[in-house]
């Protein structure tokens, strides 16, 4: 009976020790550090909205992280094949993505918005860019989202993202139609535009994670529900976007 209970006591500190030893385990990061003001490379150091609440989310489970810098195209693969468990990096939840990988709940609404400069007036929601002359990317899908949704704007394209926000500040043209992140870290930087309330579209950012690893989704829910009630969050979103989540 002695020789039972020590076994058995035995048998539970292994696997008390083997519970610990896989929370200190490190989460093993996807990332594409080239998409500021998300995630990007500063000073040699990753930096941008995705790393602050990363780094926010390891506090929260107890857990280290691990980052895998990668092309855009190669994080979802790299998950799949085991190589890395999630994927934080400005990634839209989508259904054929959810056919591969598990999704936390969403972190945040992105999608694409209308900015204009700060005194402007006649364009106040997305349908009073008709007959305005509208900048967008050649390239992004703003360009096909506009022809499609809004074909009495008058498209400027150009190549780089720069010159969409120069010709808006020059006056040749009213209004941009680019992605939210950047837009609102624009017009943080410059005091000089404003981003329409009425988004033009809504995709949500979510963290991808492994099939094979279900409760790391629900511990990083977990810890999503607690920076957002402790107002960590909100905190971020204002250190980034200069504004309160809306």
């Known amino acids: 009976m002695k020789l039972r209970n020590l076994l058995l006591v035995g048998m539970l500190s292994l696997g008390a020790q083997a519970t610990a030893a896989f929370a200190a385990d490190p989460i093993r990061v996807a990332i594409d550090p080239t998409f500021p003001p998300m995630e990007y490379i500063q000073d040699g150091k990753h930096t941008g909205f995705d790393i602050d609440l ?3 989310l390891s506090v929260k489970m107890g857990r280290k992280l691990e980052y895998t810098d990668m092309d855009f195209k190669g994080m ?3 998950v799949i094949s085991g190589r890395n468990d999630i994927v934080l990096s400005a990634i839209y939840i989508t259904d054929e993505r959810k056919k591969v990988v598990d999704f936390t709940d969403p972190y945040f609404t992105a999608g694409l918005v209308v900015m204009v400069k700060k005194d402007n007036n006649a364009i106040q929601k ?3 860019m008709a007959g305005k002359r509208v900048a ?5 899908k703003s360009i096909a989202f506009l022809k499609e949704n809004y074909p009495e704007a008058i498209r400027v394209e150009v190549e780089k993202n720069e010159e969409m926000f120069n010709s808006l500040e020059s006056g ?4 941009v139609v680019t992605g ?3 837009a609102l870290l624009y017009s ?6 404003k981003v329409l309330a009425e988004p033009v579209t809504r995709e949500d950012y979510g963290i991808a994670v492994s099939k094979k690893l279900p409760q790391l989704r629900e511990d990083l829910n977990k810890a999503l529900k607690e920076i957002k009630a402790d107002g960590t969050y909100d905190k971020l979103i204002v250190r ?3 504004k309160t989540p809306g």
Do not use: L
């Not at 967008?136 to 992004?140: D, F, L, N, P």
């Not at 943080?188 to 535009?193: G, M, N, P």
């Open 54 to 56: 990363a780094a926010a």
């Open 136 to 140: 967008v990317q050649v390239g992004t």
């Open 240 to 242: 980034w976007f200069g």
């Open 172 to 175: 040749r043209a009213d209004a």
């Open 188 to 193: 943080k930087a410059r005091d000089t535009t």
């Open 126 to 128: 997305p349908s009073d």
């Open 180 to 182: 939210k992140p950047a």
């Open 76 to 78: 979802i693969p790299s």
